[in-house]
């Protein structure tokens, strides 16, 4: 009988999925010829990569360039950012969405100021709230020089692409095996391996269409060589968004608004927000429930209806716009541009925000 091991179609299609033995001696001199100037690449800081590391998670690497200038000036070192108020952290991260990222980034701040020192090592970075296999590979090959690769979406797709696979890489097991796979033909300077896998991503193996022309891989590609790349790599969501309906309040009293600061556990947790009702209310029926909790409502008008995405949740909201004879509740009360400049307000509100300036007239 034949074991599944020795089958022939198998071997084919496991020896196709081996990442190609000369992808360092072909990334790096490309790498040399086209690496990027970007702010956090100035040093081997470790506080400047994984700052940076964390914010460019979900990010553009253009919308980081300005945050990350101004988290540094206004906290410069790890110090600075275990000490700030949450208020202000938040205030800094507003717009970049995902605002964990900034209070683990505290916590972890904490924890270095607590132990003396950055970790150096690899598992010494991964015991750090926030950061997960890949932001501990970089920080720990880029400032350390250990020889552990990073592996995120970006390396995912080259590696599905170079080897051909058809493996949903969205799976832990498929992206443990690209990992075992990297680990295994990781030049010394693993450092600008990870780094070089990471510009070409950005740069030339795009997501949609690949520049398969600008790149120093095509010889040892699958994909390229198959015609196929953009059907890689395969990525199967398994789960949907929870769907939550809301009824977003804007209320108005002269010329201030009521924002709320959110529980501080939960989603947006810490923020602050418009006050939101569960399930969607028309403005007569939001007049009703106001009424009944002694706000004194002038008028009722409908907001507009906005969506917003989070991981695993879907917000559908409703807005409504409220005037009240005067200021009422334990909201905070803000005028337009107060609210713009002194709290942080998360991107689901946005769409919402952008009306106040208008309902206060010229
Ligand atoms: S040849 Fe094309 S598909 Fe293959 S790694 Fe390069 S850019 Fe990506």
Excluded at 106 to 122: H, M, W, Y
Excluded at 137 to 153: Q, T
Excluded at 221 to 248: D, M, N, W, Y
Excluded at 320 to 344: K, N, R, T
């Amino acid at each position: 009988m034949t074991s599944p091991d020795n089958s022939p179609a198998l071997s084919q299609r496991r020896q196709q999925e081996e990442l190609p033995a000369e992808l360092s001696s072909l990334l790096l001199p490309w790498f040399e010829r086209h690496r990027r100037e970007l702010p956090w690449r100035e040093d081997k800081n470790p506080y400047h990569v994984w700052v940076s590391e964390i914010m460019l998670q979900q990010t553009r690497i253009e919308t980081v360039k300005g945050y990350y200038r101004r988290f540094l000036e206004r906290l410069p070192e790890v110090g600075a950012l275990s000490e700030v108020p949450e208020e202000e952290l938040l205030k800094l991260w507003e717009g970049l969405g995902y605002y964990s990222r900034a209070k683990n980034l505290q916590k972890a701040a904490r924890l270095i100021v607590e132990q003396g020192g950055f970790p150096q090592t690899f598992e010494g970075w991964k015991q750090l709230p926030g950061v997960g296999e890949y932001t501990a590979g970089a920080v720990a090959s880029l400032c350390f020089g250990e020889r552990v690769p990073a592996v995120d979406g970006n390396v995912l797709r080259i590696a599905a692409r170079l080897t051909g696979s058809r493996k949903n890489v969205l799976l832990p097991d498929v992206k443990r095996q690209f990992t075992a796979r990297l680990k295994e033909i990781l030049p010394d300077e693993a450092g600008a391996f990870n780094e070089a896998m990471m510009e070409l991503g950005e740069t030339v193996c795009l997501p949609g269409v690949p520049l398969c022309g600008d790149c120093p891989l095509r010889r040892v590609c699958t994909a390229f060589r198959e015609g196929c790349p953009q059907e890689l790599p395969v990525r199967e969501k398994q789960q949907t968004r929870r769907r939550e309906e809301k009824t977003v309040l804007l209320l108005q009293a002269g010329q201030r608004f009521a924002i709320e600061k959110r529980p501080e556990k939960g989603l947006l947790s810490g923020l602050y927000g418009f006050p939101c009702l569960e399930g969607t209310l028309t403005p007569n029926e939001a007049a009703v429930y106001l009424d009944g909790q002694g706000a004194p409502v002038l008028s009722v008008a409908p907001a507009g209806h906005r969506k917003h995405l989070f991981t695993h949740v879907q917000w559908e909201m409703e807005g409504v716009h409220a005037v009240l004879a005067e200021e009422w509740g334990a909201f905070v009360w803000a005028q337009p541009e107060e609210i713009e400049a002194l709290y942080p307000l998360p991107t689901a509100f946005r769409g919402f925000q952008r009306l106040l300036k208008g309902f206060t007239g010229p």
